[in-house]
């Protein structure tokens, strides 16, 4: 499955999460770590919700960059 990941660059770090599994968030020093700490979160979420008997929803959320011009 692929999700859309929002990245968050903070005053001092990077904030990671998923639109598609609420709940689920990262934070890293840099964003490369926040990234692999949100594909470990993902995978700990899934899991969570295997070991309940929850359904795994198909991700359908998605990003993209609107650019505007700005007074």
């Known amino acids: 499955?692929?999700?859309?990941?929002?990245?968050?660059?903070?005053?001092?770090?990077?904030?990671?999460?998923?639109?598609?599994?609420?709940?689920?968030?990262?934070?890293?020093?840099?964003?490369?770590?926040?990234?692999?700490?949100?594909?470990e979160a993902i995978e700990f979420h899934l899991e969570g919700l295997r070991e309940q008997g929850q359904p795994i929803l198909e991700p359908h959320s998605h990003g993209e960059v609107v650019?505007?011009?700005a007074a």
């Open 1 to 39: 499955m692929r999700y859309t990941v929002i990245v968050e660059e903070g005053a001092t770090s990077w904030g990671a999460y998923v639109p598609d599994l609420p709940g689920c968030v990262a934070a890293g020093e840099s964003r490369e770590e926040a990234l692999r700490l949100i594909r």
């Open 67 to 69: 650019e505007v011009h």
